[in-house]
């Protein structure tokens, strides 16, 4: 199973970034672009790359502990940018900030523990929070500050998920496992 953990989007969020996706298209012909169906769009936490049946139940246990780790988060979107460099664009994506962040930190690092006590992929770059639009084929990028700027969205998020990734002929096709909630303060409602 090729599994990884996502903070999801709901789907009026994913069809408004599609829409304005169809309306800067043009500008990134020239690199070939291949665009990110609305339906997939999300913040991925972790990549585990491909787990055997047991260990990926194994990783639901650990993830539903790892859930009390953080407390819903609050997502605003930001401006354009590529990765891995604007002279050398590979990745178009929508910046993210994430509140509060260091309860998200604390998660992400247990969420990388996990997958080295699991023998999965594992990450050592500091995380980035970005939402991937497209992924360009050839290093071309127009000037982003040129182009209609995103839609500035502020998104509550109350859980994580466990995701399998199927690749197709038609692209990779995401099928929810479980939704981790995250932790609930009650003693101050």
């Known amino acids: 199973m090729r599994l990884f953990v996502a903070l999801p989007f709901p789907a009026a969020v994913q069809n408004q970034i599609g829409t304005y996706c169809g309306s800067i298209e043009t500008a990134f012909r020239p690199a070939r672009p291949s665009w ?13 790359g491909e787990l ?18 953080c407390p819903p988060l609050r997502i605003t979107t930001e401006g354009l940018s590529v990765l891995p460099a604007m002279n050398r664009p590979r990745v178009l994506y929508l910046a993210a900030r994430i509140e509060p962040s260091e309860p998200l930190t604390i ?17 050592a770059r500091p995380w980035k929070a970005h939402l991937t639009l497209a992924r360009l084929k050839l290093p071309y ?49």
Do not use: C, W
């Open 141 to 189: 990028a127009p000037n982003l500050s040129s182009l209609p700027k995103p839609p500035m969205l502020s998104l509550y998020i109350d859980s994580f998920e466990l995701l399998q990734s199927t690749l197709s002929p038609v692209g990779a096709i995401y099928s929810k496992i479980r939704r981790f909630a995250l932790y609930t303060d009650t003693s101050t409602l």
């Open 52 to 69: 055997e049946v047991e260990k990926a139940k194994e990783l639901e246990n650990l993830l539903s502990d790892a859930a009390n780790l």
């Open 36 to 48: 990110v169906p609305p339906q997939n769009m999300h913040l991925t936490l972790h990549f585990f």
């Open 107 to 123: 998660l992400i690092d247990r969420i990388r523990e996990i997958a080295a006590q699991l023998g999965a992929q594992t990450d």
